[in-house]
């Protein structure tokens, strides 16, 4: 069958869905990758056939347009913070709170950085190529929308928690309790708008797909009854090598500090100090392997001499030499990290789940969580000491690591997929 994969147009995402698009390619599939062309490269470079949509979209640029100039306070102030969809409290999650979070995504984020001419184009494409599947990220309903108007089965691939699953699952109950004048859906207006054009209606897979294959481990998701197909997550960190010094065993604990790719790709700066961090670690008897930028580190401050510090390391080859990981919540570390059974300081930036995935893995007592705010080198170093020697840490990482390897690989799922598919063209 035709197997047509649409992620939102950032690196970090487009890794998310190579290995399940490997596992049907390898299966005898055809696969195209179709999203907008900042992101051609990542998809090439996986092996995997790219179809550009739309031109290109400087996500960053895209994001913070009035604050580009701006002090990073006031950039953090535009979008992460008021428009928060992380919280996933039940007594938060009423209809007015639910409403506003996605009105302001809907005519902010997603009108945003899925315009109707990109749309349209992978509508076009969708329509001459005639996928059998679409599988869809979470962030780029296009592909939701041009599975519809294909007559293609459509499925979400996640890459972190579910949090609109949850929150449409307590929006839909609000709109329930309202007399029918009175219900607004800001995504099936907008949705609704672009299928009209082509003769569809608006249902509500269109949000939360026909299913959901979903890679975080059963007992940290959130609580969405959705149909769901669990999938082991498979690191993937793009084109990689193993460099010499990672061959050699560390002659100390060895521990990876890490901001990740994500929230530079979409916000355009971190917003963790990279000197707290530093600073954090330059006492202990560890080596350090730190994954920074030279645009990342201060060039008048010098690394501390347990630091080894390289542009990029492939965390998959990295972490299983590790004792512990620091980093900033991003869902391909923080699910790399749990695959490999590595327990974990996370400072969580505010961005999609990365906060309230980071409460959840320290929960299940495999991390220490910092906030931001209250982030200093002591509190740091004083949380990266008791990971490193509490043996509970390891005890609860290795947990997870080994309800991740229960979970069904990319390969695996592909019979479900194609049980699935088959089940919907039958209708």
Known sequence: MRVLF??????????????????????????????RPDVFEDISNAGLTAVPVGGILDVPATMNPEYTDEPDEIRDEAWLDVLDISETRPEKLTYPYVHGVLTAWTSFVYQNTLPDDATEELIDFARAWRPDLVVWDTMYYPGALAARISGAAHARLMFGLDLVGLMRQQYLSGLAELAPALREDPLEEWMGRILRRHGREFTEDLVVGQWTIDPVPPSLRLPVDLLSVPVRYVPYNGEA?????????????????????????VVGADRTSVGDLLDAVAELDVEVVA????????????????????????????LPTCAAIVHHGGSGTLQTALAHGVPQVVVPAKMWCNVPKAHRVRDAGAALCIDPAELTPDGLRAALVRVLEEPSFRTSADRLRREVTGTPTPADIVPVLERLTAAHRAR
């Open 291 to 318: 994954t920074f930028t030279a645009g990342q580190l201060d060039g008048d401050r010098p690394v501390p001499d347990n630091v080894r510090v390289v542009d990029f390391a492939p965390l998959d080859a990295l």
């Open 241 to 265: 090598s193993v460099p010499g010094w990672l061959r050699e065993p560390p002659r100390r604990p060895r521990v990876c500090l890490t901001l990740g790719r994500s929230f530079r790709e």
């Open 6 to 35: 649409t992620p939102f147009p950032a690196s970090t995402h487009v890794h998310t869905q190579v290995p399940l698009a490997w596992a049907m390619r390898a299966a005898g599939h055809e696969v195209r990758v179709a999203t």
